[in-house]
């Protein structure tokens, strides 16, 4: 069994980690999101998960891929983690539906 954990790998479980919060979150209002404190776990769970997998990309694959926004990946999951309890949600809100789209569609071109 081929269990290879290289920068393609990464790449793909920050897609699926991507894809599952632009899915769960459509539609819904920063009302809506706050409302729902099992999807807003997720949610930063999710974010926070996507900046530890960025993290083990190689800095040649970052450098050769500056379109993505790396420093600011690791900030949100900077907020999240050492200020959970007091996380703007409407900063989480603004990036879910206005930046993650966007990166998300980013990430695909890289893995294709």
């Known amino acids: 069994m081929d269990n290879k954990?290289?920068?393609s790998y990464?790449?793909?479980?920050?897609i699926t980690d991507l894809a599952f919060i632009v899915e769960n979150t459509k539609n819904l209002s920063v009302a809506q999101l706050q409302s729902n404190e099992i999807l807003v776990d997720s949610v930063m769970f999710r974010l926070i998960?996507?900046?530890?997998n960025a993290d083990k990309l190689t800095e040649t694959f970052k450098q050769y891929n500056k379109v993505i926004p790396w420093r600011?990946?690791?900030?949100?999951r900077n907020?999240?983690?050492h200020e959970y309890?007091?996380?703007d949600m409407?900063?989480?809100y603004n990036t879910v539906k206005n930046d993650i789209?966007?990166?998300l569609a980013e990430l695909k071109k890289i893995a294709e």
Do not use: F, T, W
């Open 5 to 7: 954990k290289d920068n």
């Open 10 to 14: 990464y790449v793909n479980k920050i």
């Open 49 to 52: 998960q996507v900046s530890e």
């Open 72 to 76: 600011a990946v690791k900030g949100m």
């Open 79 to 81: 907020r999240i983690v």
């Open 85 to 87: 309890g007091n996380v």
């Open 90 to 92: 409407s900063v989480v």
């Open 101 to 103: 789209p966007q990166l």
